[in-house]
């Protein structure tokens, strides 16, 4: 493993994202309420570049006291990274789908350094990207 530096932390926008190419894969790296996430940029659906895709509050239900439905409305809170190639939605926090926690984005290390935001990522010569997962 070796670590990268892909920025300065006020490089970021927030919400924002860096694509961050390297030999044979890609990694997607976040920045949000001032938080660092990164995710490999390979949709668990068919190898999309997932991390390029629109990001979008979540639609959640609002619900009465009652428990019945007052409609729809955008999360204040929470924020999803949509792949553009069939629309599948992840939280940009957990990289999990909301509807199906099996469908999980690959965790790729990420912290702050000194100011400057680091990811670890494999060395060029080990085949396959070892990233970190849950
Ligand atoms: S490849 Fe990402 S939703 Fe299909």
Redo the contacts with the bound molecule.
Sequence with gaps: MREISVGSVNDFQDPGRKIVGFENFEVGVFKLDGEFYAYLNH?P????P?CQGKMIAKVEEVLAEDKTSKGMAFSKTKLQIV?P????EFDIRTGIHPGNPRARLRKVKVAVVDGEVVIAVPDAREAAPALQED
């Excluded at 659906?45 to 999309?48: E, R, S």
């Excluded at 190639?85 to 599948?88: E, I, K, R, S, V």
Aim: proline share 0%; hydrophobic share 35%.
């Design positions: 949709c659906h068919m190898g999309g997932v792949c190639w069939h629309a599948y």
